[in-house]
């Protein structure tokens, strides 16, 4: 019965004509820790010994002719057709730091009370969220964590990448957060991903030392260090050719005249849309060009306000599509950024409803809340909760035609990186394997994960 419903949730998505309200589904409200059963599909097929040895062996004589091969540089790109147009953006959080990476767990994992080195009655490492992800807690400076994310993304029809960004300054965790970011741009331009900045103006207010630096002063730093550094990227994202530059408010900087010498600091032939959260534009100057939506404890109601507000404008429109929400910081000990309110996921129909009130023609695009903010519990990326559940319905709305075992060798890849990590060999078919999933040849990368089991493990 469960896979029934789940069929008809997903060819009612690809029509556009689901309408389930929420507000009567009988899902539980609260925050209990939601059951973690999902298990990764085995491949669907299975090879002997004889091919899976013919295929490493013709891997390995491949790695050695290449190596031979001096200047050959591996082709960027990876060639994504979809069949729906509206371009699918999502935004991404990174600040996390693992133990095995890093040398320590970091505040976004443990907030004030928890810790990953205990495990839950699931055998899941304990995090602050009501949910675990699907390859345990990571790092987001790890090279192989960012390749696993951007291949799901690119097999779900994902355009680009927002980043939650705080300056440019090194206190907190604000510079690991500015450096991570900076490690993720070479992986994006490599499958031809998108990016851009969301700034967080309120680290302009933040302390130095314990003196306060005057704000303007450091945003325009701020957005000097953007236009330096990330407007550089061919990869940057842009609406109507213009670049952007998305603020989470502002709730700090709110006058005009300051927005005004912040935006003076760009070249005048590349000077950027600003947009802010809905509702604010018009109070911060000519340079704020349109707006974005965020997840609303009113739901469609907000969505519904915000079309009635922009429709037939100039306003560049941004809507949101989100799986629901329910905050972890009041249970993880953290007193300050506390909501109340919880949006049940409903299993999967809330993120359909929202995604389908996003096909609207009004918006220039839909941004995704979030990839991965575990701590409001609003993330897509893969659960032991709910698996992959998000990515499919993101792949009928988008209309590409990859599966759940597409997106289980991507998971596949990232655990024989870590188990391997040391083993130069299988790393050099890894690597081999990586390119392969851009080429799109999926049967073959799981061929070659087979063999690396069979014969390393």
């Given at each position: 019965?469960?896979?029934?419903i789940k069929q008809f949730k997903l060819q009612m998505l690809a029509l556009g004509i689901i309408a389930v309200s929420c507000s009567t589904n009988p899902e539980i409200t609260n925050h209990k820790q939601p059951e973690a059963n999902f298990k990764l599909p085995k491949p669907s097929t299975t090879y002997s010994d004889s091919i899976l040895r013919q295929t490493l062996d013709r891997e390995l004589q491949l790695i050695e002719l290449k190596k031979s091969q001096k200047g050959?540089?591996?082709?960027?790109?990876?060639?994504?057709?979809?069949?729906?147009?509206?371009?699918?953006?999502?935004?991404?959080?990174?600040?996390?730091?693992?133990?095995?990476?890093?040398?320590?767990?970091?505040?976004?994992?443990?907030?004030?009370?928890?810790?990953?080195?205990?495990?839950?009655?699931?055998?899941?490492?304990?995090?602050?969220?009501?949910?675990?992800?699907?390859?345990?807690?990571?790092?987001?400076?790890?090279?192989?964590?960012?390749?696993?994310?951007?291949?799901?993304?690119?097999?779900?029809?994902?355009?680009?990448?927002?980043?939650?960004?705080?300056?440019?300054?090194?206190?907190?965790?604000?510079?690991?957060?500015?450096?991570?970011?900076?490690?993720?741009?070479?992986?994006?331009?490599?499958?031809?991903?998108?990016?851009?900045?969301?700034?967080?103006?309120?680290?302009?207010?933040?302390?130095?030392?314990?003196?306060?630096?005057?704000?303007?002063?450091?945003?325009?730093?701020?957005?000097?260090?953007?236009?330096?550094?990330?407007?550089?990227?061919?990869?940057?994202?842009?609406?109507?050719?213009?670049?952007?530059?998305?603020?989470?408010?502002?709730?700090?900087?709110?006058?005009?005249?300051?927005?005004?010498?912040?935006?003076?600091?760009?070249?005048?032939?590349?000077?950027?849309?600003?947009?802010?959260?809905?509702?604010?534009?018009?109070?911060?100057?000519?340079?704020?060009?349109?707006?974005?939506?965020?997840?609303?404890?009113?739901?469609?109601?907000?969505?519904?306000?915000?079309?009635?507000?922009?429709?037939?404008?100039?306003?560049?429109?941004?809507?949101?599509?989100?799986?629901?929400?329910?905050?972890?910081?009041?249970?993880?000990?953290?007193?300050?950024?506390?909501?109340?309110?919880?949006?049940?996921?409903?299993?999967?129909?809330?993120?359909?409803?929202?995604?389908?009130?996003?096909?609207?023609?009004?918006?220039?695009?839909?941004?995704?809340?979030?990839?991965?903010?575990?701590?409001?519990?609003?993330?897509?990326?893969?659960?032991?909760?709910?698996?992959?559940?998000?990515?499919?319905?993101?792949?009928?709305?988008?209309?590409?035609?990859?599966?759940?075992?597409?997106?289980?060798?991507?998971?596949?890849?990232?655990?024989?990186?870590?188990?391997?990590r040391d083993n130069v060999t299988v790393m050099n078919l890894l690597d081999a394997s990586y390119n392969y999933m851009k080429s799109l040849n999926i049967e073959l990368v799981d061929v070659i994960l087979q063999a690396i089991d069979r014969f390393y493990a």
């Open positions: 019965m469960k896979a029934l050959t540089v591996a082709t960027a790109g990876m060639d994504i057709i979809k069949t729906n147009p509206k371009k699918v953006y999502v935004h991404y959080l990174p600040w996390f730091q693992s133990k095995g990476y890093d040398g320590y767990w970091g505040q976004h994992w443990t907030m004030a009370n928890r810790n990953p080195d205990r495990f839950d009655a699931n055998g899941h490492r304990e995090v602050a969220s009501y949910y675990n992800p699907l390859i345990g807690p990571y790092s987001s400076s790890d090279e192989y964590l960012q390749e696993y994310h951007f291949l799901l993304m690119k097999l779900c029809g994902i355009d680009g990448v927002i980043f939650d960004w705080y300056g440019s300054r090194d206190i907190h965790d604000y510079g690991l957060i500015k450096q991570a970011t900076e490690t993720f741009i070479p992986k994006l331009e490599n499958v031809d991903l998108d990016f851009s900045i969301m700034y967080e103006d309120r680290v302009a207010y933040m302390e130095e030392g314990g003196v306060l630096i005057n704000p303007l002063k450091r945003a325009k730093q701020d957005f000097r260090y953007i236009n330096n550094v990330y407007f550089r990227s061919s990869n940057y994202m842009k609406v109507n050719g213009i670049k952007c530059i998305s603020t989470f408010g502002p709730h700090y900087i709110t006058k005009a005249q300051h927005w005004n010498k912040i935006h003076d600091i760009f070249p005048d032939n590349d000077k950027p849309y600003l947009l802010s959260l809905w509702g604010m534009k018009d109070a911060l100057g000519e340079h704020f060009k349109g707006e974005f939506l965020w997840v609303a404890e009113d739901h469609l109601l907000a969505k519904d306000y915000y079309y009635n507000t922009y429709a037939n404008t100039n306003v560049v429109t941004i809507d949101s599509a989100y799986p629901g929400f329910a905050s972890y910081y009041a249970d993880g000990g953290w007193s300050e950024g506390i909501n109340e309110w919880v949006l049940p996921k409903y299993d999967g129909l809330t993120f359909i409803e929202s995604l389908n009130a996003s096909t609207s023609t009004t918006a220039d695009f839909i941004q995704i809340i979030t990839w991965n903010d575990f701590g409001e519990g609003t993330m897509i990326e893969p659960t032991t909760q709910f698996g992959f559940t998000y990515l499919q319905m993101l792949q009928e709305y988008t209309g590409v035609s990859y599966t759940e075992e597409d997106l289980a060798v991507c998971v596949r890849l990232y655990e024989a990186r870590l188990k391997y």
